[in-house]
Nanobody, 125 residues
Framework: QVQLVESGGGVVQPGGSLRLSCAASGRIFRISGMGWYRQAPGKQRELVATITRVGSTRVGRTNYADSVKGRFTISRDNAQNTVYLQMNSLKPEETAVYYC??????????????WGQGTQVTVSS
């Protein structure tokens, strides 16, 4: 089976920074796209950032929600099956559970969408 495990959440003051990590493990043939989503209380889950895969070493294309452009940076380490989210200048309204997502091939032809359990980010003074 495949697991995605997030880490790095916590409490930070407005304007502060956090770095989230998400490591995939298990029966993995290849990981295609990876991304981060968030869900605030009473709201729908929304896209934060995504990153594609380009070979084993080249940086993939990134996509960001307009609200985080210039402040958040998504990156990945294909060798470690890990995706990161560097979050700077955090705002109180970005308090949410942040979820990792990955499009994973478990064999050459079998592909599925996987989610982590989520990590809480609280931005508060």
């Amino acid at each position: 089976q495949v697991q995605l495990v997030e880490s790095g959440g916590g409490v930070v003051q407005p304007g502060g920074s956090l770095r989230l990590s998400c490591a995939a493990s298990g029966r993995i043939f290849r990981i295609s796209g990876m991304g981060w989503y968030r869900q605030a209380p009473g709201k729908q889950r929304e896209l934060v950032a995504t990153i594609t895969r380009v070979g084993s070493t080249r940086v993939g294309r990134t996509n960001y929600a307009d609200s985080v452009k210039g402040r958040f940076t998504i990156s990945r380490d294909n060798a470690q099956n890990t995706v990161y989210l560097q979050m700077n200048s955090l705002k109180p309204e970005e308090t949410a559970v942040y979820y990792c997502n990955a499009d994973i091939f478990t064999t050459v032809t079998v592909r599925d969408d996987y989610w982590g359990q989520g990590t809480q980010v609280t931005v508060s003074s």
